[in-house]
């Protein structure tokens, strides 16, 4: 009886567990979940997002502090942010765009090339390179004024799916209950497992490490990429003025001894791998690496009763293409679509319009898994005859102006 009377028993007694009533709930506060939950609430819906963190991200700040995760958003990506009024709300003064690419091999006297451009492509830019931070900002001042959307912090513990609805209940006793309940809580997602969604899941035995430079000579809004059987994949992409940020995915081996370099020696040793591409290469202030372990996962379905996984949730893919985000928005572009499309008689859940979202994706999500699956595997090997015959085909792919601009149309996620 005392216990009824003391401390947080006696809190809980009188306290009522909130429940939150929408027709989507979005679990996760990356950028994809964020976009989604905007994404549905300016069509019309009612949404709540469930956030696991009070972080609040502060103001960009001092012209010289760039975020070290960025991202090479491509034209899908662009147009939905777009649409969403995100895009122009974003510093765009941080944001560089990637006039062309050239990717380079390890074939011998460093032959083996190919390089994309959008004059070739016949775009403005191939793909535009935007801070994390950045991103996350315009999502949240996009998200504050958004009358539909209802922020909820708390982590999930319990999933509950019956004909109706999908109850989620979070470990503080509140519930979130949805027509339609989206997973974006990212690669080790919590909805899928919940959701007995089973994944082939294959670590790439590689790190990525990222960290931002100031280079000697100008980039001219180009993005370079090296494959090496021996280093990995080292790609330089353009951030605005004479910067560039690094993303290197390195053999664990390698990025173990990368990791406890300075940023100096990491400066030194792209130098060298780029031949001195950009001349000299400076670590920016504050010196920033980051690094992350690469997988794949491929879930083996995209939805579930009153469930929809989207970005990382749904597929984690090696980074060479700079494509994982785009895949995710691609995802959220595509469920907008089916869920406001289902007609009068549907709910937002209903089966068949995540069976539709399911078909609508699936290709898309199937071509870049395994190209980016392939190059990574090809490249990784060190067996001569395969050697030679990647940096053959490269060579070749950069000669056939046909296949090229069918790798340029899906890189770009738009047709030409
Ligand atoms: C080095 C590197 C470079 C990359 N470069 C590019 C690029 O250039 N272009 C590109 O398109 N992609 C790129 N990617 C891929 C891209 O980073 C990911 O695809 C993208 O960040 C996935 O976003 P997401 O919102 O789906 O998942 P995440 O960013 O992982 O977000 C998931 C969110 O869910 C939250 N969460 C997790 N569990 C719960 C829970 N139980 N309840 C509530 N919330 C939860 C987390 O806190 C997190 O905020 C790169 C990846 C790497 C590693």
């Keep these: 009886m005392r216990d009824r009377y003391n401390g947080r028993h006696y809190l809980k007694f009188w306290m009522i567990d909130m429940q939150v009533q929408s027709d989507i709930c979005v679990i996760g506060d990356g950028v994809i979940g964020k976009t989604a939950a905007l994404g549905f609430a300016q069509a019309g819906l009612k949404v709540s997002l469930l956030t696991p963190s009070s972080v609040v991200r502060g103001p960009i700040a001092a012209d010289d502090a760039w975020d070290a995760r960025v991202y090479a958003v491509n034209h899908v990506a662009h147009a939905l942010l777009s649409s969403l009024k995100v895009w122009d709300a974003l510093d765009l003064s941080r944001v560089a765009p990637v006039d062309s690419m050239a990717v380079k091999g390890d074939g011998a ?18 793909a535009w390179i935007v801070e994390d931070r950045n991103l996350n900002q315009a999502l949240d001042a996009a998200l504050k004024f958004a009358s539909n959307v209802r922020i909820v912090q708390g982590r999930a513990s319990a999933l509950q799916v019956d004909a109706a609805t999908a109850r989620v209940q979070l470990d503080n006793g509140d519930v979130l209950s949805a027509d339609l309940l989206v997973g974006a809580d990212g690669g080790q997602s919590w909805v ?58 390195a053999p664990d081996a390698l990025a173990n001894v990368l990791l406890q370099e300075s940023a100096a020696q990491l400066a030194a040793r792209v130098e060298a791998a ?70 009068p008689h549907r709910d937002c859940g209903d089966a068949r319009v995540l069976a539709r979202y399911a078909r609508a994706r699936k290709e898309d999500i199937l071509l870049m898994q395994l190209a ?45």
């Design 192 to 249: 899928r497992a919940q959701s007995r969604i089973d994944i082939d899941y294959r670590p790439y035995g590689q790190r990525a490490i990222v960290a931002n430079f100031a280079c000697e000579k100008p980039h001219q809004g180009v993005a370079y990429q090296w494959f090496s059987a021996v280093d990995g994949v080292i790609a330089l992409l353009p951030l605005p003025g004479q910067r560039v940020s690094l993303v290197w995915s």
């Design 274 to 343: 780029s031949s001195c591409q950009l001349g000299t290469l400076t670590p920016l202030q504050p010196e920033v690496m980051k690094s992350f372990p690469l997988s794949l996962v491929r879930a083996h379905a995209l939805t579930a009763p009153r469930v929809a996984l989207v970005g990382d949730a749904a597929h984690v893919i090696h980074p060479l293409a700079g494509h994982g985000m785009n895949l995710g928005f691609a995802d959220v572009a595509a469920l907008i679509e089916t869920v406001t499309a289902r007609g």
């Design 109 to 126: 006297n460093a032959s083996g090339a190919l390089t994309f451009d959008a004059y070739g492509a016949r775009v403005g830019t191939l």
């Design 372 to 416: 980016t699956d392939g190059l990574a595997r090809l490249f990784g090997t060190e067996l001569e005859p395969l050697r030679v015959l990647r940096n053959f085909g490269l060579n070749l792919v950069d000669r056939l102006p046909g296949l090229k601009r069918r790798l340029i149309t899906h890189a770009l996620g738009k047709t030409l």
